[in-house]
């Protein structure tokens, strides 16, 4: 899954994948992380089973942008496609908030890296310790490549 072709909007108002999805897209991807392959019928049907109804031909053009942004992958099967994720949830996710991470980083470095250490510094001393690991780790590896 290449980021680098789809273009999102960070909302941090909205909660979880719609901060940067759309709520139908949303919706689509989490269906197919818990599917896995499907078909547009399949994942009509899933959507329509959890009260979301929707025209099957909205399902379709969603679904093929998706696959054009790179989030999902298709394949001809006879008359229909057959999707699947590009990459799973927590792949999807590691990469979306590395490419906001490092947009926040490259434009106000000093004050996310300032606000990011606040705010673990808020979290349960596990948090902390993860951060510091982390870095220690980072360290090391910067001294043996030297």
């Not at 942004?69 to 990459?87: F, H, I, N, S, T």
Request: charged residues 35%; without cysteine.
């Amino acid at each position: 899954m290449d980021l680098n072709r789809y273009h999102f909007t960070f909302d941090p108002r909205k909660k979880g994948l719609r901060k940067i999805l759309g709520d139908l897209e949303a919706d689509i991807m989490e269906a197919m992380w818990a599917r896995g392959e499907s078909t547009v019928r399949d994942i009509h049907e899933r959507l329509a089973a959890a009260d979301r109804e929707l025209a099957y031909t909205t399902l379709m053009t969603v679904m093929s942008r998706l696959a054009d942004k790179g989030l999902l992958e298709k394949r001809k099967d006879g008359a229909a496609y057959v999707y699947m994720p590009a990459a799973s949830k927590e792949e999807f996710t590691r990469r979306t908030v590395g490419t906001v991470l490092s947009e926040l980083l490259d434009d106000f470095t000093v004050p996310a890296m300032s606000q990011f250490v606040d705010l673990v510094g808020e979290q349960d001393e596990a948090a902390i310790e993860a951060l510091a690991k982390a870095i220690e780790e980072k360290r090391r590896r910067a001294d043996s490549d030297v």
